[in-house]
């Protein structure tokens, strides 16, 4: 149980970070959530988290914006008094081929999914090294792993959280952090809703275990690494993918 602990979930009005916002919530943590703008949705997280008994806010910042994540961050700690687990899983794409991708797609990529998980990791390091058992969970993708064709920002970005994981995870295991990477395959939320109906058939052909996954499947690797029985577990990177990648 994570009662009496704060996590902090980015991008968690909807998708992945909802489900784990609420599978954390669950099992006990009071949820800080952050969302870029769809204010509606996140409010209705926290009801949906409050029902189960915790305490649960949300706060609107980008997280590319460094200062404005110092902001945030100080905020939570104001309300929350403590901040244990961070789950940064903010992100976006901005697909397409290398020679068609502009400077401006490749940087705001980079800026939203990885900068974003420097910049909360940065601002809350020192907190959650206080916490008795800190974790960080970065959700990364497999296409950091394997690449990706029309995803070189993304890939990118993907890639660079998985360094960030590994050097995140030796430089706090001293203070008993620690800090593990999710590479998620295809999940079903808006960010593949938009994708063209033949490119789902041929993942999900591409896959396995023959389906394309869920928000929750994704959320119980994130409580897992959350608890108590994570606690050996540190700079990994661990694929929720049916199979893709194998
Ligand atoms: P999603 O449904 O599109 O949700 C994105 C979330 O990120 C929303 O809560 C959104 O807030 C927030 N967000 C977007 N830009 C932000 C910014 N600049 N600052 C702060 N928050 C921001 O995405 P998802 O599919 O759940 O993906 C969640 C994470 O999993 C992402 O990092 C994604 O790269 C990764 N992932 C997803 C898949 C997949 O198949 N879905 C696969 C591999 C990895 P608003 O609602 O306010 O816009």
Do not use: W
Not at 70 to 94: H, W
Not at 101 to 116: P, Y
Not at 168 to 183: G, P
Not at 203 to 208: L, N, S
């Amino acid at each position: 149980m994570l009662t009496g602990k704060t996590a902090v979930i980015t991008g968690a009005s909807r998708g992945i970070g909802k489900a784990i916002a609420l599978a954390l919530a669950k099992n006990g943590a009071d949820i800080a959530i952050i969302f870029a703008g769809r204010e509606k949705d996140a409010e209705a997280v926290c009801q949906e988290a409050e029902s189960l008994g915790v305490n649960a806010k949300a706060y609107p910042c980008d997280a590319s914006d460094y200062t404005l994540v110092k902001t945030t961050s100080e905020r939570i700690l104001a309300d929350f008094g403590r901040a244990d687990i961070l789950v940064n899983n903010a992100g976006i794409i901005k697909d397409g081929l290398l020679l068609r991708m502009d400077e401006a797609d490749f940087d705001r990529v980079v800026n939203v999914n990885l900068k974003g998980a420097f910049h909360f990791t940065k601002h809350l390091a020192r907190h959650i090294m206080q916490s008795p058992a800190g974790r960080i969970i970065n959700i990364s993708s497999v296409s950091g792993l394997t690449g990706n064709i029309g995803q070189a920002n993304y890939a990118a970005a993907k890639a660079g959280m998985i360094g960030l994981t590994k050097t995140v995870a030796k430089e706090l295991a001293s203070r008993n952090v620690t800090c593990n990477a999710i590479a998620p395959g295809f999940i079903e939320t808006d960010m593949t809703a938009g994708m063209p109906a033949a490119t789902l058939e041929n993942a999900k052909a591409a896959i396995p275990l023959r389906r394309i996954g869920k928000a929750e499947d994704v959320a119980a690797l994130a409580v897992f690494l959350a608890s108590e029985a994570a606690s050996y577990i540190t700079g990994e990177v661990i694929r929720v993918d049916g199979g893709l990648c194998i």
